[in-house]
């Protein structure tokens, strides 16, 4: 796509596909082009959030300090999308430090054109609402799923997601990454890939990706109370 149609990777971010096109290419237009290396910082949590960030390319995980001082990792996102919304409703700082894993690609939005946006459409508005409730919802099933699944569980309905598009499950980040997103030690996790890679379920990670085998008995694993 030439620099005259790049406004239309835009199409592709869920925030923005009520858009028509001229708002598209407003907010194309009134954006900033970064780019970030792999382990660079794109945000830092508690900073003001000034701008909507929209990864285009590459993949960035959260993570967030706890009380105790131990980091926790709550997300990972693959581009198109925008991340932290809340941030810009809330005024109340980024929720997370956002890290690239992989070297990424991203516009930033003004918050007071995307401000503008909500006020302007009602359709704009009602769409961002029911994709923030979806998420949140969302959360909450992970919230749920920590407390009550075994690691196991939780790892076979993670491949499971991660996997949805083409069969396999990227690594970014690594096993120590993935264990963070789990909340369990890398060990567990090691241990619970390799019971699942025993059992011929997922095969042995390669470039950066695992590659699920049998999606119906990995649905199980991530279920055990459905058997």
């Known amino acids: 796509m030439d620099g005259g149609d790049a406004w239309q990777r835009l199409r592709d971010v869920p925030l923005f596909s009520a858009l028509p096109d001229p708002d598209l290419q407003r907010l194309w ?16 949590q508690g900073t003001p ?23 926790v990792r709550f997300g990972a996102w693959d581009g198109p999308c925008a991340l932290d919304k809340v941030a810009l409703l809330d005024r109340a700082g980024h929720t997370g430090t956002f890290t ?52 196991e569980a939780r790892l076979a309905a993670w491949l499971l997601e991660a996997a949805a598009a083409d069969g396999r499950a990227p690594l970014p980040g690594g096993q120590n990454e993935l264990a ?39 649905a199980l694993r991530a279920a055990p109370d459905a058997r």
Do not use: K, W
């Open 29 to 44: 237009q009134v954006s900033v082009p970064r780019r970030y290396d792999t382990g660079e910082l794109l945000r830092t």
């Open 49 to 71: 959030a000034d701008h909507l960030l929209v990864l285009l390319d590459g993949a960035t995980a959260a993570s967030a300090t706890a009380a105790g001082g131990r980091v």
């Open 100 to 151: 690239a894993l992989t070297p990424c690609a991203v516009r930033a939005v003004p918050r007071a054109r995307f401000m503008a946006l909500l006020d302007d459409s009602a359709a704009v508005r009602a769409h961002v609402l029911r994709l923030l409730a979806a998420q949140a919802r969302t959360q909450q099933q992970r919230l749920t799923d920590a407390v009550t699944l075994p690691c």
């Open 180 to 218: 963070d997103l789990l909340g369990v030690t890398r060990v567990t996790v090691n241990r619970a890939l390799s019971r699942l890679r025993r059992d011929g379920l997922i095969g042995p990670a390669e470039g950066g990706r695992i590659e699920v085998l049998a999606p119906e008995l990995l």
